[in-house]
């Protein structure tokens, strides 16, 4: 089973989230700051993670920047997850090496199909290395 870290400080919208991946089959372990959020990416090896962009201190954004510039990490897909949608909010997050992003509040049908596509992707590109 994929294994998804949520870092996410606010305690409704990790509710959410964690209620829609475990009816996607997955597990979920989760991080409210991105500070603790980086070191659970170490300690855990997740399949993907979903970032909330709005963190305190250190925002969603920056966290994954320090992700794809360390090749321990930077193979993890980041989805970020943001209350913001204005013009110029996608590029912001694609720039910081985010793989894909949605919009609060969470969609079951949205979210599945984004982390499906995410997962497939991965697991094609090591197939690819393999070979
Ligand atoms: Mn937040």
């Known amino acids: 089973m994929p294994r998804i870290l949520v ?3 606010n305690p409704a919208n990790l509710k959410l989230a964690t209620l829609l991946l475990h009816k996607a089959g997955h597990v ?3 991080a409210r700051t991105a500070e603790d959020g980086l070191s659970a990416v170490r300690a855990e090896e997740p399949d993907l993670i ?13 966290a994954t920047r320090l992700l794809k510039q360390d090749p321990a990490t ?4 980041v989805i970020a997850v943001t209350a913001l949608a204005m013009k110029g909010d996608e590029e912001r997050i694609r ?4 793989d ?3 919009a609060k509040p969470l969609r079951y049908q949205q979210l599945w199909e984004s982390i499906s596509a ?6 094609q590109g ?3 290395e393999s070979r």
């Not at 930077?74 to 897909?77: F, G, K, L, N, Y």
């Not at 720039?95 to 985010?98: D, K």
């Open 28 to 30: 979920v372990t989760s």
């Open 95 to 98: 720039a910081a090496g985010c």
């Open 118 to 123: 995410l997962l497939a992707r991965r697991d």
């Open 100 to 102: 894909g992003y949605l």
């Open 7 to 9: 870092i996410e400080d």
């Open 50 to 62: 979903l970032m909330d962009v709005q963190l305190p201190g250190m925002s969603g954004l920056d």
């Open 126 to 128: 090591n197939a690819d």
């Open 74 to 77: 930077r193979h993890v897909p």
